[in-house]
């Protein structure tokens, strides 16, 4: 009775150790430490030790920390260029002046960085990392879209636009953030810029109008006016825009056309509108759409002004 007994604790026991190794792995996953190889090595040359070093919010730094970071920090270093408001597109984010900790390397550094912020729906948008010097953040952790843990973040003014240039860890360019203050980069400018922006007339009754790639304008049979998007389930955004009191649905498909001798040949690109009627259709259900459109207009002339993809094709140019 005995024997088995204590074979039965032995069984018990070795199933708690079991169930303990997966979740001390689980765990690490999730803190994402910061993995360094130790600098001893062995007699075949090969590193004897493996340095876990977490960089966590708050934490205060010493020059040991320093001594396991993969690159040099400037201990002066500013997060002015870091500060203000920015957009990918579909996020929006800020400095965290709250983590302003200082460390004891002197008064006025702050190598931890923080930006929090949120989309449309909700909150939750978190990056994290060092601040390296002026102009450079080295990621630590990110929730922010086409931003990655080993990244770099570098504060740049481009054609007099100030954005975050996002860099693979060998600097090569991956995207771009942009200053949200800007008519230029958020989900109601690339909505614009991709759909509305341009010239278009009305094929069968002459009517003309015009947007513009920033500043919600729009010129409607010669009179110009602002117009702005609506938004549906969840504060997300609609394939819809009001100009004064009227609503209307629109839908581009482009065509293919080809330039000759100053004159455009081939399929132009298509704006069909809807005018909404805002008691009877479901306009604010996100898989709205409707049966028919009121109108169909043609394109005539692309926008001259700046785009989100044109301002990030000729900045990838620059960090080739």
């Not at 190598?111 to 949120?118: N, V």
């Not at 010239?199 to 702005?228: A, C, L, M, T, Y």
């Not at 704006?271 to 009121?294: C, G, H, R, S, T």
Request: net charge negative; with cysteine.
């Amino acid at each position: 009775m005995l024997r088995k007994f204590l074979f039965l604790i032995t069984i018990i026991a070795f199933q708690a150790c079991t169930n303990q190794k997966p979740q001390k792995e689980k765990t690490q996953s999730v803190n994402k430490p910061l993995q360094i190889n130790g600098d001893s090595t062995d007699v075949d040359g090969k590193a004897d030790k493996v340095v876990i070093k977490t960089f966590k919010p708050g934490h205060f730094y010493t020059q040991e920390d320093l001594e396991f970071m993969s690159f040099k920090m400037d201990l002066t270093a500013s997060d002015k260029r870091f500060n203000g408001g920015w957009t990918n597109g579909t996020q929006w984010f800020s400095l965290d002046q709250s983590r302003n900790l200082g460390c004891v390397f002197g008064k006025g550094t702050r190598p931890y960085i923080h930006l929090s912020g949120g989309d449309r729906h909700e909150g939750g948008v978190s990056l994290f990392g060092v601040l390296q010097n002026d102009t450079t953040i080295h990621v630590l952790g990110s929730y922010v879209n086409d931003v990655s843990e080993g990244d770099l973040l570098r504060a740049h003014n481009f054609n007099g636009v100030d954005c975050l240039v996002v860099l693979n860890a060998d600097t090569t360019f991956k995207s771009v953030i942009v200053d949200a203050n800007l008519d230029l980069g958020n989900d109601e400018d690339i909505s614009v810029q991709k759909n509305l922006a341009g010239r278009w007339s009305d094929p069968h009754f002459g009517n003309e109008i015009e947007f513009f790639n920033s500043g919600r304008r729009v010129i409607w049979n010669g009179e110009e006016k602002q117009f702005h998007f609506e938004s549906g389930e969840y504060e997300q955004l609609l394939d819809v825009f009001t100009v004064e009191e009227d609503s209307y649905y629109f839908k581009r498909s482009d065509g293919v056309q080809t330039q000759r001798f100053g004159v455009y040949e081939g399929q132009p690109s298509r704006l069909a509108l809807y005018k909404i009627d805002k008691e009877k259709d479901d306009w604010q259900n996100l898989d709205y759409v409707p049966e028919y459109f009121d109108t169909e207009y043609l394109l005539q002339e692309s926008s001259k002004e700046l785009s989100f993809e044109v301002f990030q094709d000729e900045l990838k140019l620059r960090f080739k």
